[in-house]
């Protein structure tokens, strides 16, 4: 996999000169440098700086009072950027800017947030003067501005560059967002300040750069989604594991204390508890005693056929429960079946569909939900296959995670089956293929240990991989993201489909 080496620099004014020799050095001793960043309050004193024998240099400057100056090209190796934009370098690397300090951020925050709201894809580097609110006030600052925060949820770059504290070398432990992409945030001192003022690192280029870096063994709970934050809501469809991984990579480094406090989500934060307020409940299907349904966020599945609507939806207890309790005959679990096998009926009669159901019983999930994807016909005979290939792709190349080895089983009720998944301990994976609503499900299970890190986009995957949709692996990207309209567009379609099969209006 190619990759980029980067140098990101904060100069003062008063010492321009004397920093871009040292920059000179460092690029003779560290370097060569595929690229340079350079922050700069100064407008004028970029534009003088001697950049000869440099690479690729790309100045930043966040003087206000130049509000008129205009970001251009100076030379073939050149390149001043200034108010905010993004910038895409031939190596095909995106860096967006925003250098505005937090008073202009107020001002312009519409401006701002329209123009990067046009944009569709994450970049790779973003560059603020100022911090986001959350890591700010989680290092003790009382600075920091929530259109960081929008920009920083929107952009989801890989390295986050922030310049306000002049005097200290910040940086925060890597986190990850939901789909699993990998974001650092630092602070970059200025020359002069006795800290550290230049930041080197390599940056992979190529379009699957998030698949190919493991994760850090000191990845912490993102900032920007923590429990305190009522700024963002927490969609649906995400796999709620995602914590619990977390966990284990903290458990990792030993610090016990943090294991606890991260893993108690309140119903009241949980984006499936309707005690949470920020539950979208645009989304919601159908409502019964104990189990609810609701379309899922950014799905996987899209429109055929008869089915005009994605029909991926979310089978959730109402509950806050990590967990089924075991034996399968609990009001309950009875009840998620009763759903599942009434959405399989409708994909089948309906729209000629057959049905695949994805769900993790997991002591360390936070809030247990079955996933239901619709399959054309001709493609569910094909599922072994699709699993097959992805067990090899987990079990060869991640290999950070659990191994995994599916078996078999040909229905809910055989012996076997239930001897795995009536025991409390057992923590699995597991695919329901129902073909027709005539014949026994497949069912498709692997057990892993609670202390395993285990691939919570699994099931998407292999569903991806057998629908032959491989841009929509990760239920957050561009592609698969809807808007709140057509979100609930897909609701009602959903709704007027489910109707002659909802369950929740016979029970008693
Ligand atoms: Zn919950």
Redesign the pocket.
């Known amino acids: 996999m190619a990759s980029a080496k980067v140098l990101v620099t904060h100069i003062k004014e008063s010492d321009a000169d004397e920093a871009i020799t040292k920059v000179k050095k460092l690029n003779g001793k560290s370097g060569p440098f595929d690229l340079i960043i350079i922050f700069s309050k100064s407008y004028s004193e970029l534009i003088k700086l001697n950049t000869t024998g440099l690479p690729q240099l790309l100045l930043i400057s966040s003087d206000d009072n130049d509000n008129d100056s205009k970001s251009k090209k100076m030379s073939e190796d050149v390149t001043l950027l200034h108010n905010f934009g993004t910038y895409k370098l031939a190596n095909n690397i995106t860096i967006s800017y925003l250098t505005y300090s937090s008073d202009v951020l107020q001002e312009q925050k519409k401006t701002i947030l329209d123009k990067f709201s046009k944009l569709d894809n994450q970049v790779d580097i973003l560059i603020t003067e100022e911090w986001g609110l959350p890591i700010s006030e989680r290092s003790g600052k009382l600075s920091g501005n929530e259109v960081i925060d929008e920009l920083a949820n929107k952009l989801q770059a890989r390295y986050h560059f922030a310049f306000s504290d002049e005097k200290n070398f910040f940086e925060l432990e890597p986190f990850s967002w939901e789909g699993g992409r990998l974001s650092r945030f630092l602070n970059v001192p200025k020359y002069g300040s006795g800290k550290r003022w230049a930041y080197a690192f390599n940056i992979s280029v190529g379009d699957n750069e998030d698949e190919e870096e493991t994760e850090p063994p000191n990845l912490i709970t993102n900032p920007y989604e923590s429990v305190n934050s009522d700024r963002k809501k927490r969609p649906l469809e995400i796999e709620t594991g995602d914590m619990v991984d977390q966990d284990r990579k903290i458990s990792a480094t030993g610090e016990k204390s943090e294991i606890k406090k991260m893993r108690t ?1 309140l ?1 009241t934060n ?1 984006h ?2 309707f005690s ?1 307020p920020n539950l979208e409940d645009h989304m919601i299907i159908s409502i019964g005693k104990l189990v609810y349904l609701t379309t899922a966020k950014g799905p996987l599945s899209v429109p055929k056929g008869d089915m005009d609507m994605s029909g991926h939806c979310l089978i959730i207890p109402i509950e ?1 429960i990590p967990k089924l309790n075991p034996g399968g005959k609990t009001e309950l679990a009875q009840s998620l079946l009763a759903y599942e096998s009434s959405l399989m009926k409708m994909n089948y009669v309906k729209f000629d569909m057959c049905t695949a159901v994805f769900e993790i019983q997991s002591e360390r999930s ?2 247990f939900h079955k996933q239901v994807v619709p399959i054309p016909k001709y493609l569910i005979l094909k599922f072994r296959a699709a699993l097959d290939r992805q067990v090899h792709f987990n079990n060869e190349k991640f290999t950070r995670n659990a191994k995994l080895e599916f078996r078999c089983y040909d229905s809910l009720s055989s012996k076997e089956y239930l001897n795995v998944v009536n025991d409390q301990a057992n923590n699995y994976l597991q695919f329901t293929v129902y073909e027709t609503p005539e014949s026994n499900p497949k069912i498709f299970l692997a057990s892993f240990n609670a202390s395993e890190t285990i691939d919570l986009q699994f099931g998407r995957r292999v569903l991806a991989f057998l629908l032959n949709l491989p841009r929509r692996v990760k239920w957050n990207s561009p592609t698969c993201l809807q808007t709140k309209q057509q979100e609930s567009t897909e609701a009602e379609k959903f709704q007027k489909a489910y109707k002659d099969y909802d369950i929740s209006l016979t029970e008693s």
Do not use: A
């Open positions: 989500i119903p949980c499936f508890c949470n806050h936070v809030h």
